[in-house]
């Protein structure tokens, strides 16, 4: 996330709309990340699981692991 905070800070600085996403205040980084998982990663190792005819399990279990960290801590931040 930090480079495309950086972005932002830089389309801040000349003046222009920040970015969706690129905001370092108004982000909500969780919601972001679970989804990334969701719409990017996720489809693309199914699809290459499929291609490939590979075994991604272990990828996929770590996949889980990430978004599981990322709910967490988007729970934590709603309850804060």
Known sequence: MEEFFRQ??????RGVQVSMF????????????????????????EVWSAFMQEDVQTQMQNIAVNKHFWKEQAAK????
């Open 8 to 13: 932002g800070d830089e389309e801040l600085k």
């Open 22 to 45: 690129m905001n370092r205040t108004t982000t909500d980084v969780p919601k972001c990340q679970i989804g990334f998982i969701d719409f990017i990663v996720l489809p693309l190792f």
């Open 77 to 80: 931040t709603q309850n804060a």
